[in-house]
């Protein structure tokens, strides 16, 4: 098994390695994985299948996409403003700005359990 610039001698090897990542690099190393993606650079990153990603990997279900918007369940939306940003809004109020999708979708896992038991 290869992940990048790394040669495992085990699928149980590489999977350990894997687990003692932080759930970013996970993320980023499973979606590139997923899309036989190298580098994450914007020549071949794309921001809104990494968000797809990223929800349904946090269990977040997607209600409708429309562009740069996707809508959530319990009236979250998030817009793509650029690579690594995205806003989060919810019922019509923004939130916050969020500089990656781990941060987003553990915010919003967080705050569904808080809000909507």
């Excluded at 350990?16 to 990542?21: G, W």
């Excluded at 797809?52 to 009236?75: D, N, P, W």
């Excluded at 500089?99 to 919003?108: H, K, Q, R």
């Amino acid at each position: 098994i290869t992940y990048p610039q790394r040669q495992w001698a085990s699928k149980s090897e590489a999977n350990l390695y894997l687990a003692i990542l932080s759930p970013l690099h996970r993320l980023r190393y499973l979606y590139s994985d997923a899309f036989h993606l190298i580098t994450m650079d914007t020549s071949t990153f794309d921001p809104k299948a990494f968000l797809l990603f990223g929800l349904k990997h946090y269990g977040l279900e997607v209600i409708a996409e429309k562009g740069r918007h996707i809508q959530l369940k319990h009236e979250y939306e998030v817009e793509i403003e650029g690579p690594n940003l995205y806003k989060l809004i919810h019922q019509g109020m923004v939130v916050a700005p969020f500089g990656g999708v781990e941060e987003l979708c553990e915010f919003v896992v967080q705050d569904i359990q808080l809000n909507y038991g």
